[in-house]
């Protein structure tokens, strides 16, 4: 499965480690708990970083990774249905225990998650001190840009 993900090229070289989701938590982590969020599709990429963006503030130091989870490799989903009544409007305890539970547990080196930004599509946590993260090919960082008609 072709993951990808964005982030400033300053972060670049770390962008597997899981220390800004440590530092900062988000939607399926609490602050603490190292976790690697990334895409299906660099589209969704760009649109989940989009969404966290200042308005008006294009950055000039995007790159995006591409990386690879070798299909031998056992993945987790989570069940839409298991989770609650609009979902991706919460940033709740809920959610956040349910990466939590999964990082703790070490089963899978990823875990499906619905996309809160476009609903239908899918997001891969990769839990970066699983013993397999070192199989993922991940590749080199490519420079990223976002259209300059989004900022208008």
Known sequence: MKIWRICREL?????????GARLFGGRWNNYGVKVVYTSS???LAAVETFVHLEPNLRPDDLV???????????IDHVDLLSLP???????????KAIGDQW????????LLVP??????????????EHSDLHRL????????????????
Do not use: C
Request: no cysteine.
């Open 115 to 128: 996309s809160a930004a476009i609903r239908g599509e899918w997001n891969a946590l990769l839990n970066p």
């Open 64 to 74: 995006s990774i591409e990386a690879e989870i070798p299909k031998e490799l056992a």
């Open 137 to 152: 090919r991940i590749r080199k960082a490519k420079p990223f840009e976002f259209d300059l008609r989004m900022f208008r």
């Open 11 to 19: 972060h670049a070289a770390a962008a597997f480690s899981g220390e």
């Open 85 to 95: 009544r609009k979902w991706y409007e919460l940033r709740d305890d809920s959610l």
């Open 41 to 43: 599709s660099l589209a």
């Open 103 to 110: 990082i703790k547990s070490a089963k899978t080196v990823a």
